[in-house]
């Protein structure tokens, strides 16, 4: 997959959580996962994306998607309908972290398969 199709769905990812984060309680999606797990996971996609698109910019992808995570909780206690608490702020946190750094060891491989 090229950088720049990397860039696109990580971009796409990002802009539908910031969508289901920041709309209506009954416009959000809803999956069989406990909702600790989703958040954890759909951060932890995002973070992966982000690593997988800009590897040679990790500390700037890693700024991008950890300040997003608590931007976007914040942003939830401007809405009525919503909440933003610091516990599930650290779900997404955890899950970010682990994606960037899942995404930089996938980065290193694909190099060192590169170079050799």
Do not use: N
Not at 27 to 54: C, I, K, Q, W
Not at 84 to 113: M, N, P, S, T, Y
């Amino acid at each position: 997959m090229t950088k720049t199709t990397l860039r696109i769905f990580a971009w796409l990812a990002f802009l539908f959580i910031a969508f289901a984060t920041l709309s209506p309680i009954g416009l959000r999606p809803h999956s069989v996962l406990p909702v600790d797990m989703e958040r954890a996971a759909a951060f932890l996609a995002v973070g992966l994306l982000f690593a997988l698109a800009y590897p040679r910019h990790l500390w700037l992808a890693a700024a991008v998607v950890l300040v997003s995570v608590v931007g976007l909780e914040w942003l939830q206690t401007l809405h009525p309908d919503r909440h933003g608490r610091e516990g599930d702020a650290l779900v997404k946190l955890a899950g970010a972290a682990i994606g960037l750094g899942c995404g930089w060891l996938l980065a290193q491989l694909a190099a060192r398969r590169h170079r050799q």
